[in-house]
């Protein structure tokens, strides 16, 4: 597990979260000697979570400003469109193999399970880091495969999406660069983590990589019906 | 684990209680006894077991299980495969709230051990697929080992959600949500 810490963290702190989010979400228990820790609790009697799937914060995140045009070239409004419902907002790319289909294919399947009395109270928002090669169509076809309703903005470029990350991310924000793959080809280091409004504009749940279609389709309800009425 | 959620507590914007690690533990889990792969190869004395792909568009990733029953180590050093215009060895790093995608030389596979490949983790990397591949459909993939040589694999579609690698889409038994308030 401490080899993670090599990874270039943000701060300490996400050298102590990797700890323990990597062990429990990344390497699983998949036989790697790590998430040893799922057989105790080493927390008892703190009842911040709120029994939310997800990973509470103390201190909630703003929902940014921002306006973007979306997928048909239209200003999307972010803090607007979004006033009143569940957002989640997300920041990927399309060529993303590996983390963000995996991301946004667990919210969408939860939202085609989960009754309309809930998913019409929810938008999902995809903020794009890879503005040079995510083109509106492209962004557009990539995520109908994970939901029709999905919303995909397009900043100008990556330093514009790497500040609206920093805005909404806070003390989770690390800067948003592409890394070379050879040949032309780059991946892009991303936010993987989904944060999750609630009605209060805060976001007081995160969701980092690995969350799964059930924790999603326990949360989403509690965070529509309950709003946020945790610590 | 208390000695490793004790600094947390010192950042004020953080908490990850106890029912993160709980819920998120159970959350994530690995039936990878699970009999949902292709069938297993073998070369040398390495076993492959469970080769998947998910695919969106013109990319995708393949993951599988080697297991070294030797009693020398070897390594994942090269894929290829027909269905793609670039193959490459990638592994997925980061700490779940920020990842990236880096390529890497080789994979380790241990006298004895396994390598696993994994969303989130290793994974070979499938750029510029020539042909749409859906759910179901199977494709070979080569793969070459420091040791064992060349072998071809079956490689089958799978959806996002299908899968036994910790991202399961179904709430498996005796697994529950965490009740509300308690940890």
Redesign the interface.
Known sequence: VTSWCRIRPPGLWACALLVVVAGNLLLSACGSGAGQGASTNPTAGQTDTDGFYGMVVTTPLRKPSFTLPDTSGVPFDFAKETEGYVTLLYFGYTYCPDICPGSMAMVGTALKDLPADVTDHVKVVFVSCDPARDTPERLRQWLDNFGESFIGTIPASQAEADEIAQRALGPFWAPITNEDLGGGDYSVSHPAVIVAYTTDNLAHVLYPFGVKVSAWEHDLPKLVEEGWTGS | ??R??R??RT????????????????????G?DEDTGTEAVKVGDLEITDAYA?V??D???AYFTIKNTGSADDALVGAASDVAG?V?L?E????????????VEEIAIPAGG?A?L????Y?V???DLKQPLEEGDTFKVTLTFKEAGSVDMDVTVR???ESD???????ESG?T???????
């Open positions: 684990m208390d490793i959620m600094p947390l950042f004020s914007t953080l908490v990850l209680a106890g029912a993160l690690v709980l819920t998120l533990a159970a959350a994530v889990s690995c990878g998910r969106v568009m990319g995708g990733a670039k490459a990638h997925s790093v980061g700490d779940g709230t920020t990842m990236t995608m880096r390529p396994e696993i994994e969303p989130g983790g994974h990397m499938l750029t959806a996002f959600t690698d910790g991202m399961d889409g179904t709430m697994e949500p965490p009740a509300a308030g308690t940890p």
